[in-house]
């Protein structure tokens, strides 16, 4: 019954290792994000999918590649992992277009790189 | 540019005072979202509230209200006789032409007993 989910919740690797992160939405919302927030809380926009379209994708490390096999699922992997990759990985998704949709968050993925 | 600022990092009051916490954003859009939510400390994020550009006016949903102000490009969230529930990371956003909501830093409010 959960809107969007994520897994892991929790991941714990060492750097240089290489990680994904799931999501799925069950509301049919047509566009699909990762959000990325650190340890001071700062939430910060990486992609965003469209109907499995990237539509933006914010100046992110190219370690960094999400993979959209279907408009409801948006998928994240991290290869190389830094320690400054540690942080919550939050999934979200909406109804996009013209008028903009409230974000559906999931529970978010806590990711330690030691 | 889209920009959205909570100079307040961290309010903390006794249970049952009043409390606001600002938000100032900026855009070059005259058509725009201004959203908020919720974080408690469990971590998921909670949608709030929802306010198009065209409507200016206040919105009261029980013990929350927000006063939104386009002249000073505000968005201010108030919480009367607050709770201790009510501790939690709040955040400000901002959708506009570019397709995304850019949030503010955050306002940790911490409710006393």
């Known amino acids: 019954d959960t809107a969007v989910s994520q897994t892991p919740k929790y991941l714990v690797t060492q750097m240089g290792n290489d990680k994904s992160i799931k999501c799925e939405q069950n509301l049919g919302h047509d566009t699909m994000y990762w959000y990325k927030q650190d340890s001071k809380k700062f939430l910060k926009i990486m992609f965003s999918?469209?109907?499995?379209?990237?539509?933006i994708n914010e100046t992110v490390p190219n370690r960094f590649s999400p993979k959209s096999p279907d408009k409801a699922h948006l998928n994240l992997h991290i290869n190389s992992l830094e320690l400054g990759d540690s942080a919550v990985y939050f999934c979200?998704?909406?109804?996009?277009?013209?008028?903009?949709?409230?974000?559906?968050f999931g529970e978010g993925s806590r990711l330690t790189v030691l | 540019a889209q920009k959205v600022t909570q100079a307040q990092t961290e309010i903390s009051v006794v249970e049952k005072e009043d409390v606001t916490l600002d938000c100032v954003y900026e855009t070059r859009d005259t058509t725009y979202y201004l959203f908020w939510y919720k974080q408690p400390p469990s971590g998921e994020l909670v949608f709030l509230i929802r306010r198009n550009s065209f409507d200016e006016q206040n919105e009261i949903s029980g013990r929350y209200s927000w006063n939104f102000q386009k002249s000073t490009s505000s968005f201010n969230f108030t919480i009367t006789a607050s709770q201790v529930v009510d501790s939690a990371v709040y955040f400000c956003g901002e959708y506009s032409s570019a397709s995304k909501i850019i949030f503010g830093s955050g306002t940790r409010l911490s409710i006393r007993p």
């Open positions: 979200a998704s909406s109804q996009g277009g013209q008028v903009a949709g409230e974000l559906f």
């Open positions: 999918y469209n109907n499995k379209e990237l539509i």
